[in-house]
Nanobody, 124 residues
């Protein structure tokens, strides 16, 4: 069983930056790829990006590529989502998720564990 806890959300002006953290406990963190997802008001949950178990590969949705980065520290069981050049359309609840695979998994059904989410609000 893996528990995931996100932190770092908040209110930021457009053009600003935030870094989200996701702390994992209770499982084999370094054998799992990690993903970030978001759900904007009135919209379906959306894949944002992911990182392989080793941290050597990252992938991103077109909507955030070039603005967001993902990194992980397996020694600390933490994955980060660095968000730069934020836009109002990035406003959402952000979730981290852990898959059972070592490679990046882009689907919600491919994730095994989820965090509770953290709110990110970008004002214009």
């Amino acid at each position: 069983q893996v528990q995931l806890v996100e932190s770092g959300g908040g209110l930021v002006q457009a053009g600003g930056s935030l870094r989200l953290s996701c702390l994992a406990s209770g499982g084999t963190f370094d054998r799992r790829s990690m993903g970030w997802f978001r759900r904007a008001p009135g919209k379906e949950i959306e894949w944002v990006g992911g990182i392989s178990a080793s941290g050597t590969r990252t992938m991103f949705a077109d909507s955030v590529r070039g603005r967001f980065t993902i990194s992980r520290d397996n020694a600390k069981s933490v994955v980060y989502l660095q968000m730069n050049a934020l836009k109002p359309e990035d406003t959402a609840v952000y979730f981290c998720a852990a898959s059972s695979a070592t490679y990046v998994v882009m689907t919600t059904t491919g994730q095994e564990y989820w965090g509770q989410g953290t709110q990110v609000t970008v004002s214009s």
